[in-house]
């Protein structure tokens, strides 16, 4: 999906939602004149998330109808989570507030998170800017220099919460493959983690493909070691894939559905139930006036079709197998002992897992 698709993809629902709202006596052009329209943004400023959103912000006023005001707001809190609880319980649904969250809280909330309040299945669904892939890297210090490597040796990486990319990676893979990833929690998001591991307070990182590579200087002085993507089709036929690894169906199984999130990209939603039977008739309308040339950027309009999605609908039973796969002690990692993780850092224990919480 094109930046310009996805910017119909989000005139259409606004108009829609403008129209589905009390404020039925008037046109989209008349409900949005003079008013302010939020982003809600959960990411801290400065990420993939932060700047697609601006960059989205910035041209998408003169295409709505009436030109209202975006105004972007960063709700970083609990890796997101508090930003998609907004959106669902708390924000306007009159076509005045959507936003952004990790494309990892539709598998969270399959898995039962506890502080996540909101109905993946209920929010309107406009589109992605793009479909980044992952990638886990280690620092050229690091006696970590292969994928082999991560299941023989510890490798202290970064962590922003369980929810956050950052996390989420090495974890489950703790859980699901006996790696040997030791995760310092405290980093507020990508910018944050990748200076910790140029000082050398990590040693390296799972993070997104395209961020890590962005660090040209550090590419070109080899001080990356690329070690695999997350994903079961690796995009460079250089770096492996971790389900190489994989042994069981089981396994597989797990890695599919959470590493499934990557289908939702960086997604942006209303948070609207009035909004559907109308979409129809305003989409064809009023997508006719939005197309316009732009940068293809890799994403996709609309409601993600499988993964996390199809998840997210199944019966009781099925999540319960899923989280049981998920605790299950059998496949946890056991941490590493008897490593220092410096000063800035406290260790805390969570059944087999030794987690370090950094301090602020």
Known sequence: MTVPKLRAAAITAIAVVAAASDARAQTPEEFYRGKQVRMIVGHPTGGDYDIGGRLLAKHLSRHVPGHPTIVVQNLPTAASIAAANTLYNTAPKDGTVFGSFSRNLPSQAVLGHPSLQADMRRF??????????????????????????????????????????LSIVPMILNHALNTKFRIVEGYKAFPDAMLALQRGEVEGLCNTYSQIVAHEELMRERKLNLLFYSEETAARPDIPSIFRFVKTDEQAQLLRFVFSSTEFGRPYVFSAGRAGRSRRGH????????????????????EPRHGAATAAGRDGADRQALRDRAADPRRRAQAPAGRDVGDRSLRRHSGSHEVAVRNP
């Open 124 to 165: 309107e669904w406009l589109g992605a800017v793009s479909l980044p892939s992952r990638i886990c890297v280690s620092w050229h210090t690091s006696r970590v220099k292969t994928a082999q490597d991560v299941f023989a040796h510890a490798l202290i990486v970064p962590g922003g919460g369980a929810s956050s990319g």
């Open 283 to 302: 989409a064809r309308r009023v997508q006719g006036r939005a197309r316009r040339p732009g940068t293809p950027a890799g994403g996709r309009e609309g």
